[in-house]
């Protein structure tokens, strides 16, 4: 058995083995994915914090599905009917009480001067 005699010769740029010096190209190593990806992540980033906060306070969006929004929007419509409800009635007992004292204090002046006896 004979041996053959190979080339095999490294780049001193690359450090690939070439095996034709005229068809090598040299591909030097490259961190380009790496720093893509980091500035990509990094833009990401920056565009999360330049984002504003959802505030469920002012959230005009009535069918937003985050539960902050959902459980302040329905706290709010409750307490609201609830008030206005609560309020309605005692305003009404507030306002016949002193509309009927009114009329009674007038009405009752009126009666007695257009009475034809005498009052004491």
């Known amino acids: 058995m004979t041996r ?8 001193g740029r690359c450090g690939k083995p070439r095996g034709n010096p005229l068809t ?4 030097t190593r490259s961190d380009f ?15 999360r914090q330049a984002k504003p906060a959802h505030d469920y306070r002012a ?3 009535t069918s937003c599905p985050r539960p902050l929004c959902v459980a302040f ?4 419509h409750t307490g609201d009917h609830d008030g206005h409800a609560d309020g309605w009635q005692q305003g009404y007992d507030r306002g016949h009480a002193d509309g009927m004292r009114q009329g009674y204090d007038q009405g009752h002046a009126d009666g ?5 006896r005498q009052h004491k």
């Open 24 to 27: 090598h190209t040299c591909r």
């Open 33 to 47: 994915k790496a720093r893509k990806a980091a500035y990509a992540k990094q833009q990401q980033a920056a565009a």
């Open 112 to 116: 007695i001067n257009d009475c034809p």
């Open 73 to 76: 929007k329905t706290g709010y």
């Open 59 to 61: 959230c005009s969006d």
């Open 4 to 11: 053959r005699p190979q080339l095999n010769t490294v780049c």
